[in-house]
């Protein structure tokens, strides 16, 4: 059973920053790609990031410059750091990950930003 388990998030005032952190573990075919999407209330969820076993990144055109995707690929981990964060960004991040068969997703971590 393959998991994903994420941490980091919480609460931030606008301008600063946050790191989360997504951590797959189990049994699994070839990962394709991690990546990062959103949900906020009343919204549909959205892209955020995502970032292929070769290391190729895609950015949402509202986080360009701001957020920035990494994995370890060792260790099945994708981190999404978030700069410059506004109260737009307030929502519901997940971790996703693809393999050729089957796509997985953590729990969700409230990211909220406010003053």
């Known amino acids: 059973q393959v998991q994903l388990v994420q941490s980091g998030g919480g609460l931030v005032q606008p301008g600063g920053s946050l790191r989360l952190s997504c951590a797959a573990s189990g049994r699994m075919s070839s990962i394709v790609d991690m990546g990062w999407f959103r949900q906020a209330p009343g919204n549909q969820r959205e892209l955020v990031a995502r970032i292929t076993s070769s290391g190729t990144t895609n950015y949402a055109d509202f986080v360009k410059g701001r957020f920035t995707i990494s994995r370890d690929n060792a260790k099945n981990m994708v981190y999404l750091q978030m700069n410059s964060l506004n109260p737009e960004d307030t929502a519901v991040y997940y971790c996703?990950?693809?393999?050729?068969?089957?796509?997985?997703w953590g729990q969700g971590t409230q990211v909220t930003v406010s003053s």
């Open positions: 996703k990950l693809s393999t050729r068969i089957r796509t997985y």
